[in-house]
């Protein structure tokens, strides 16, 4: 058996360690309901933690200045405008009030100030809303990269829920998803040609979608050389 010097193995089990507190961590968008009434109050609320094991980390240990993070809403006319955020012990928390009908999408990307390595980690996050009547598909993301999207209707236990996947706008070469609910149940799953995955939910309440990419990206960031660009998104749905 081929024998490696002890540094190598030591740094590449730092680096192993590494990537998994990345993935571990992601941000969250909730929202009591998927839809919303014209002319009313909606509240959203921004997590950060491992929901998988149900911790939400307070805002002052969250990674790097992801607390400084901006949130947007994109309207049905396809319009943005940022959200005036409050910070709260383990949330960030914004509201907004539907004018139109329509689908909204409220989003976030963040790239942390601080590099992991030679990594650049960028956050994002995105919650759709539905108004009245609308089609329940997002067809212009905006201000957005990297997306997971389930439609804002009332989801029932044991009936499929898709999951779609945008990069850019476009399809994405086959993906990682992972879904994970409540219960700490998690389950990954690829994408088909589509960027879809469609699944069965088994149990009640609120379910956190994740996918991620890992590319070569050589740049600057805060005045600090990195080699490569790690990307999370996330949405939430609920299921009834």
């Known amino acids: 058996m081929k024998q490696f010097p002890l ?3 030591l740094i590449a089990l730092l680096c192993s360690s590494l990537s998994q507190t990345a993935d571990a961590h992601a941000l969250w968008i909730e929202s009591s309901s998927p839809s919303a009434q014209k002319n009313t109050a909606q509240t959203i609320k921004v997590f950060y933690g491992e929901y998988e094991h149900g911790t939400k980390d307070l805002v002052k240990d969250w990674y ?4 400084a993070l901006e949130l947007y809403i994109q309207h049905p006319n396809g319009q943005s405008t940022r959200l005036e955020t409050h910070v709260a012990d383990d949330h960030i928390s914004a509201s907004f009030t539907p004018e139109l009908d ?3 999408l409220i989003h976030t990307t963040h790239a942390a100030g601080e590099l992991g390595g030679k990594t650049k980690y960028v956050f994002s996050a995105s919650l759709p809303v539905v ?3 609308s089609d329940l598909m997002i067809t212009n993301p905006k201000e957005i990269d990297l997306l ?3 439609a804002p209707r009332e989801h029932h236990l044991n009936h499929t829920v898709d999951i779609h996947l945008m990069d850019k706008g476009d399809i994405p070469e086959s ?7 409540a219960e700490g ?14 699944f069965t939910p088994l149990w009640k309440g609120m379910y956190v979608v994740e996918t991620s990419k890992y590319l070569p990206n050589e740049g600057v960031w805060n005045d600090k050389p990195h080699t490569h660009v790690w990307q999370s998104a996330t949405t939430t749905f ?3």
């Open 7 to 9: 540094f190598v193995l």
């Open 131 to 133: 108004v009245g009547e």
């Open 102 to 104: 329509g689908l909204y």
């Open 64 to 67: 790097a200045d992801l607390r």
């Open 175 to 181: 993906a990682n998803v992972t879904v994970i609910s």
């Open 238 to 240: 609920l299921i009834h």
């Open 185 to 198: 149940w998690a389950k990954t799953f690829k994408t088909d040609a589509d960027g879809k995955v469609s």
């Open 148 to 150: 997971a999207f389930v």
